[in-house]
């Protein structure tokens, strides 16, 4: 048996509830924690004060807690040490150049991914993500893209550990319809999402694999829902010969 590494068990434990903070939309009392995590309330204090003794969150004045403005210089160093983003730099905004459409670059966290970098539409209207903005794995095209590409063993572990909330009225909740949409993307390489992460945007998403066949990161191409051509290979056909480049570029 491995001998487990001291302390390992309660850096986990204030990881995770650093993430369940971060991702939660309205900034958490403690009440809210308590009830929304695993934790005793010795516990949970406990790894409170650790985390805001390393700046890491903050507590507001209403007692609600938020990330703490470390958190901002570490994602920054991160993404500036982001081989795949400096990789995909160029491949993706000439994927933006040749729709017009608004690109999306985000790797895996956690149970969802990250946006790392994003090339805006030119466009008057353009999308409201930014940087940084943690997207469900169920509800986004870069979300379906990335599940797509796993293994059917790791695919099961990722679906069973996926709750699949509504996002909005058009987010698939159903665990059979989000199968048979993986394998749809399997099968052309592709995913359309169809406003299931915010309504009246669609997006066309796909996975770049490392040299072993392994997924990396998920590119989307986001287009408002007024804008969408009906020739939606524009979209797809540069879509898969960007992530076509970006994989031999990992190989």
């Known amino acids: 048996m491995s001998k487990q590494v001291q302390g390992t068990q309660s850096f986990a434990r204030s990881i995770s509830l650093l993430q369940h903070i971060c991702d939660r939309q309205i900034p958490p009392t403690l009440q809210d924690l308590l009830a929304e995590c695993d934790f005793t309330r010795p516990t949970l204090y ?13 507590q507001t004045y209403e007692k609600t807690y938020k990330p703490g403005l470390r958190l ?16 995909a730099r160029e491949p993706i905004t000439r994927l933006r150049d040749s729709t017009g459409e608004t690109v999306h670059l985000a790797v895996p966290s956690g149970e969802g991914l990250v946006y790392i970098d994003k090339i805006e539409s030119l466009q008057t209207v ?7 903005t943690f997207v469900p794995l169920h509800s986004s095209g870069v979300g379906k893209a990335y ?17 699949m909330k509504p996002i909005t009225r058009f ?10 949409q993986i394998e749809r993307c399997r099968s052309q390489g592709f995913i359309f999402d169809d406003q ?7 997006c066309f998403g796909a996975a770049i694999l490392d040299d072993q066949a392994q997924p990396v990161a998920a590119i989307s191409i986001s287009v408002p829902l ?3 051509a009906k020739d939606k290979s524009q979209y797809s056909t540069p ?3 960007c992530v076509r480049e970006l994989r031999m570029q990992q190989c």
């Open 46 to 58: 406990r790894l409170l004060q650790g985390l805001e003794a390393e700046e890491l969150i903050v």
């Open 126 to 132: 353009r999308m409201s993500s930014t940087i940084g």
């Open 196 to 202: 299931e992460n915010e309504e009246g945007i669609v």
């Open 226 to 228: 007024f804008r969408l």
């Open 72 to 87: 901002i210089h570490l994602a920054r160093t991160a993404l500036v040490k982001s081989d795949i983003r400096d990789t």
């Open 171 to 180: 987010t698939t909740t159903d665990p059979d319809q989000l199968r048979a």
């Open 239 to 241: 879509l898969l010969e």
């Open 147 to 163: 599940l797509s590409a796993l293994t059917d063993e790791d695919l099961l572990k990722h679906l069973g550990a996926v709750e």
